[in-house]
């Protein structure tokens, strides 16, 4: 006869070996998951706290016991004019799939919605997962992120989707399009400096305080934050450039070169821009950004962002475009509560990009 125990704790270096295991048999040896060092920087070194788990053990009749499932919630602290508020990112569900059953799931899942000294609960579900929390946890979606990006190379985006004897045609079209972003983001930085170099801490602060005026709550982006989310990673390195006038920081966007569904993904993670050149700001940053991605070789440049509000403006104008969802590799919905918030109560009001999310 075996047990199932579900048992909650902080992360802590023995939790970071059994998960590393237990990630090393779904996604292989060499993934982020199986690596101690990256899951250390994730679930323990996050400045806004320490996360915590939610693990079930599986125990026999000779006592002995192992880890076959997790769910890891990540800590992040979101601000706006009403203040701040402290939430939840549940991340990392996996299953053995030697023990996956609708059994353990239900067990594993049952604590979900408790937490203590936290206010709400966000989170962004794979395809495979998404109609469990629909139909079996009754968690009401509350959007979808919107996706915008620019094709690069179209004979490489369009794939499988176009004939064979297209594909000439495709690559003379997409070499005409990269012509003509060049010439498109020509002068966009005028009057523009951008950098590599990190500036001062207070300048990142005050950038980011700039975007938690409104009633929207918005994830805090302060020095702390943004040094351990761009800088700190053991295993990515992000490009991250910085926009100044007249010394003033006005704007950074962080992004990085991937492979995404056999294609060379040129994402943005992170786009941040105050002043009352906002607009113009953004732009320059995107235009150099899109440049870099030519330059990498990269097929596409594409960014996910949800909600309204200066955090998302930037990434919804040009040279961005608004992908239409029949082309989305994935759905990409958005569910948030706040917690202990009775059923049908008003649902959060947040603004989220990629920074907010398990995407590293």
């Known amino acids: 006869m075996c047990v ?84 939840v990112n549940p991340i990392d569900l996996l299953i053995h799939p030697h023990h996956r059953s609708p059994r353990a799931f239900l067990e594993l899942m049952r604590g979900l919605r408790e937490h203590e000294e936290v206010d709400l609960i966000y989170f962004s579900p794979n395809a495979v997962s998404a109609p469990l929390y629909d139909r079996v946890l009754k968690f009401s979606e509350v959007g979808s992120f919107v996706l915008t990006g620019m094709p690069l190379r179209v004979d490489r985006v369009l794939g499988n989707r176009i004939p064979r004897w297209l594909h000439p045609a495709a690559r003379l079209l997409g070499a005409a399009a990269r012509g003509a972003l060049r010439l498109l983001t020509i002068g966009a930085k005028r009057g523009i400096t951008l950098s590599d170099s990190i500036p001062e801490p207070a300048q990142i602060d005050q950038l980011a305080n700039a975007v938690t005026t409104g009633t929207t709550w918005v994830g805090s982006r302060d020095y702390r934050f943004h040094q351990w989310r761009f800088h700190e990673s053991p295993r990515y390195q992000y490009r991250v450039r910085y926009a100044k006038i007249n010394d003033e920081l006005v704007g950074y966007l962080a992004s990085r070169v991937t492979d995404f569904e056999g294609q060379r993904a040129c994402i943005i993670i992170d786009c941040l821009v105050s002043g009352s050149k906002e607009k113009r700001i953004a732009r320059a940053l995107l235009a150099d950004t899109l440049r870099w991605a030519m330059t990498e070789q990269a097929d596409l440049i594409a960014a996910l962002s949800f909600g309204e509000g200066q955090l998302t403006r930037s990434l919804r104008q040009l040279p961005l475009l608004r992908i239409p969802h029949r082309f989305w590799p994935h759905p990409a919905p958005v569910l948030a509560e706040y917690v202990g918030a009775p059923t049908g109560a008003e649902a959060p009001k947040i603004s989220l990009t990629l920074a907010d999310l398990d995407v590293f």
């Open 4 to 87: 199932l125990e579900v048992t909650r704790s902080v992360v802590n270096d023995d939790l970071v070996k059994k998960f590393a295991q237990l990630s090393a048999v779904e996604y292989g040896g060499e993934s982020d998951g199986a690596d101690p060092a990256h899951l250390r920087w994730k679930f323990i070194s996050d400045p806004a706290g320490v996360a915590y788990s939610d693990f079930l053990t599986k125990s026999d009749d000779q006592g002995n016991s192992e880890v076959i499932g997790r769910i890891v919630y990540e800590p992040r602290v979101f601000r706006s004019a009403a203040g701040e508020c402290r939430a």
